[in-house]
């Protein structure tokens, strides 16, 4: 079973200010992303409106960019990554380690912590 890579907070970050193409989504519910966001564009994709979404991923996400997913602390988005790579068979997925969180705490401190 494949399963995806995990990325760093801090590598996530330098790579994306190096100006890479890499596609954020971000699996948490409507408030969280209301209480601590990414300062880069993010594919809002909520898990418990995942109905709403499903049957468009495939619109909604870019199969030849690399794709970063994280949650709050690195849990829901790595089902979520586990779940593009065996059922929807993306190739490129990362897990963002500890989520929002530890990018508050590793890269950018004035990111609200929850």
Do not use: K
């Amino acid at each position: 079973m494949a399963t995806p890579e995990t990325i760093r907070a801090r590598d996530l970050n330098a790579r994306l200010a190096q100006g890479e193409s890499i596609q954020l989504v971000d699996v948490r519910e409507d408030q969280e992303l209301e209480l601590a966001r990414l300062p880069y564009p993010v594919v809002h994709l909520p898990l418990s409106r995942s109905g709403e979404w499903m049957a468009s991923i495939d619109a909604q996400l870019d199969r030849d960019r690399p794709i970063a997913v994280l949650c709050h602390a690195g849990v829901r988005s790595w089902h979520f990554a586990c779940w593009l790579i065996e059922e929807h068979s993306f190739g490129s997925v990362w897990n963002v380690q500890g989520g929002i969180d530890a990018w508050s705490v590793d890269v950018d401190r004035s990111v609200p912590r929850y």
